[in-house]
């Protein structure tokens, strides 16, 4: 358990000669508070497993929000308050954005102290807020950190930092974070209206105009931020309007303990065991909706990706999900066996995952036996990344002949060619790829692709955007063909409508 402060005496004759004693009221004990230098977070710097980073905003194209994909619990909160701060700037603009750092501060055991840093530039004038969360991953419980004081709590810690600096914006900021939600009862009266950063002239106004006119009272969001370090004290984290940075204030570990809920003292001795991090666990990747398309009526397309898995694997299958998009993988087998958990992902996001040879001969060229080994040790290292066994198989270079063709109908699959080549591996511009993909597609075309080229995956967001404008149901290649390969085994495949 923590420290309790058990006597004003003891706790002030041991407080620091810059730090302030507080009470207004007899019954409260004092507490002891300190500006302190900037603080580090005194945890690990990341935190195993876990997948978080900044991604540019489509809306705002200046703009970076923080991006968490797991686990669940924190991502969903964060994302959908990085979002909601963004969309609290009138007029996301080159003017006007936000900039966001994600970043670990503190963990220990199953306990994981996150904590986001944002700029809001509006107008050539920045204001700076930070905001905490702890994510405790035995119950997958996230708090906010200022939700981990008591409101007596609160009220001691800005009583405290009242005598220390009376009316300095810090302390304005502070006690707006710390201020409980307006449907309480002992609200706080005043700066209701207060946005998180005001400007920096008005740091002594209240009613001066800010960059947001959005309330953080609203939803409980606060532009300060609360953590625990691991010698038990506590860190308020505020942003300093005057000077766009942040200031901290540090309460003795003393007196911790009985500004806290039930989960603050939780939480707090948790973090105060120091131990190892438990790793999070990495998402799981949940299969893209199937289309509900009968494509043999309706109009079908299939894009396909030859020559992975590779460094751009990750980011098509992202653009994938976000479209809601299914795809077709050819993948080289030892590609797949350098980087496993890409096919088991593609997989398990519901794409297809072919064939397309262990390195990438000429097959044509092949002995018999060479030929075999290339289509089995693929296959192979395909089923041991976690993938089903291949029912397509893609030759590369399109290089094909009758033994070719009897050899991967020997092995169940399908030779898969296809009608509209991009021939985005020559020119390497995604408007170029784009426009080839849109002057081919047909009924039923199979499109050829390759995850290997960065403008290749640049181009498939809005590729995906104009066929489904002209009316294309985008599928993978076995739903193109109705789903059951069977009829299609040692069959060649050029489009739904051209098979020989
Ligand atoms: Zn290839």
Not at 8 to 17: D, E, K, R
Not at 86 to 100: N, W
Not at 270 to 292: L, T, W
Not at 412 to 417: I, K, L, P, Q, V
């Amino acid at each position: 358990m923590g420290l309790v402060c058990l006597s004003i005496a003891s706790c002030a004759a041991s407080s620091q000669t810059h730090a302030a004693s507080a009470t207004t009221r007899p019954t409260e004990k004092a507490i002891s508070i300190a500006k302190v230098r900037p603080v580090s977070f005194d945890g690990p710097e990341t935190v195993e497993g876990l997948d978080v980073g900044t991604e540019k905003s489509a809306t705002a194209p200046h703009s970076s929000l923080v991006r968490v994909a797991n686990p669940d619990v924190l991502a969903s909160k964060v994302n959908l308050w990085a979002v909601e701060e963004q969309r609290k700037l009138s007029r996301p603009s080159a003017k006007e954005y936000l900039t966001m750092s994600p970043g670990v501060c503190g963990a220990s055991g199953t306990i994981v102290c996150f904590a986001v840093d944002s700029t809001r530039h509006v107008q050539g004038k920045k204001a700076v807020s930070t905001q905490i969360w702890y994510l405790d991953m035995s119950d997958k419980s996230v708090r906010q950190s200022q939700d981990l004081l008591t409101q007596s709590g609160k009220n001691k810690v800005v009583h405290a930092l009242d005598s220390l600096s009376p009316d300095t914006s810090v302390s304005m900021s502070i006690k707006r974070v710390l201020k409980p939600n307006s449907d309480s009862p002992t609200a706080t009266p005043t700066s209701d209206s207060t946005p998180v950063a005001t400007q920096s002239a008005s740091a002594s106004s209240t009613s001066a105009p800010a960059p947001s006119a959005s309330s953080d009272s609203q939803n409980g969001m606060g532009s300060a931020g609360v953590f625990f370090q691991s010698d038990g004290s506590l860190v308020l984290r505020a942003p300093n309007d005057e000077k766009n940075g942040f200031d901290s204030y540090r309460v003795a570990s003393r007196d911790v303990e009985k500004l806290l809920t039930e989960e603050g003292k939780k939480l707090r001795s948790g973090i105060m065991q120091k131990a190892n991090p438990v790793p999070i666990p990495k998402p799981e990747s949940k299969p893209i909706p199937k289309p509900d398309v009968d494509c043999r009526v309706a109009s079908c397309v299939a894009l396909t990706f030859d020559d992975g898995p590779g460094d751009q694997t990750d980011r098509l299958l992202a653009a994938l999900r976000e479209k809601g998009v299914r795809a077709t993988f050819f993948t080289i087998g030892k590609n797949v066996k350098a980087r496993p958990d890409l096919v088991k992902k593609e997989a398990a996001e519901g794409h297809s995952v072919g064939n397309h040879s262990w390195d990438h001969p000429q097959l044509t060229k092949l002995t018999p036996e060479e030929l075999r080994k290339q289509l089995k040790n693929t296959s192979n290292s395909i089923v041991e990344a976690g993938a089903p066994a291949p029912v397509l198989m893609r030759p590369p270079y399109g290089s094909s002949n009758a033994d070719v063709l009897k050899a991967i109908g020997e092995n169940g699959m399908a030779e898969t060619r296809w009608d509209v080549d991009t021939e985005d591996w020559k020119n390497k511009n995604a408007a170029v790829t784009t426009q080839r993909a849109l002057a081919g597609a047909r009924p039923g075309s199979v499109i050829l692709m390759h995850d290997i080229h960065a403008s290749s995956v640049d181009a498939v967001p809005g590729l995906i955007d104009q066929l489904k404008a002209k009316g294309y149901t985008l599928v993978t290649v076995p739903q193109l063909m109705g789903d059951d390969m069977t009829p299609y085994i040692g069959h060649r495949i050029f489009s739904q409508r051209n098979v020989k």
